[in-house]
């Protein structure tokens, strides 16, 4: 049987799945806003569909594997808001469901851990649009949805190596802030996990095993390119946009057991030191 994944909102974890199944046989129709990202889309074998543009019907009723990537907007999931119907249709169809969430649905913890039977109390407007677009996600029948709940992305391009070098990075420190963060190759080796033994209901976290203080990731990263390690600034004095700051809102170690235990995810970086070493190897 073909394997057909549609995916909405093709971006940087999709992309990073797509890398993984593209080379086993997949067919991946992936949607895009932009039509430059739509050439670069096709140059990876993704089939592209310009949004709001192109009928999604057609290739969405050959998938057998859904994940959507967009994030909901003050109206709610953009995606249900205008596919609902057609994704009801195909529900009971559908091996396999991907909902890309954040760690954010679990509010501020003080630095405390949590894990996915934490109850949901989001701290931020992200974070109660997150647990609305769950729920509406969850309440489709027949689906076989799985949610990833993932904290704070790095990876290729996304890494603080180009900041440390212009010297535009800021430790900011704030006494007892950790953030959890997750490698997308992880992400992506993940989603394939989930694929591969489905658990139609399943919530899942996704990061490594060493939550950090934001400013350590900084030092090391300078330390790895031997450059000086940026001046620290504390919190209340940092000029800050309000987005910035208010991810310093929430404070948690977020725990990925159950993706080790269920999944038998073995992580290729545990920790943002191997990330970060990987990631400067890449470079060259």
Known sequence: MDKVLFSFGHGYSARALARHLL?????????????????ALRAEGVIPLIWGRDDPGPALRTATHLLTS???????????????GIISEIAPRLAWAG???????????????????????????????????????????????????LAGIYG???????????GTARRIVKPGQVFSRIHVDDIAQVLAASIARPRPGAVYNLCDDDPA?????????AELLGLPIPEAIPFDEA?????????????????NRRIKQELGVR?????????????LAQEG
């Open 23 to 39: 080379p086993q046989g997949w067919r991946i129709h992936g949607t895009t806003r932009d039509a430059a990202q739509a050439e």
């Open 213 to 221: 203080p934001p400013e350590d990731v900084i030092a090391h990263a």
């Open 239 to 255: 000029d800050m946009s309000p987005m910035a700051r208010s991810f310093y809102a929430e404070s948690k170690r977020v725990s």
């Open 267 to 279: 992580l290729i970086h545990p920790d943002y030191r191997s990330g970060l070493r990987a990631l």
């Open 70 to 84: 967009i994030a909901p907007d003050a109206a709610g999931d953009p995606v249900l808001a205008h596919h609902a």
């Open 99 to 149: 909902y890309l969430s954040t760690t954010g649905v679990y509010g501020d913890h003080q630095g405390d851990w949590v894990d996915e039977t934490t109850p949901l109390t989001p701290a931020t407007e992200r974070g109660l649009r997150r647990v609305a677009a769950e729920a509406e996600w969850q309440a489709i029948p027949g689906l076989a949805l799985h949610i990833f709940r």
């Open 156 to 166: 290729p391009g996304r890494g603080p190596f180009e900041k440390v070098r212009q």
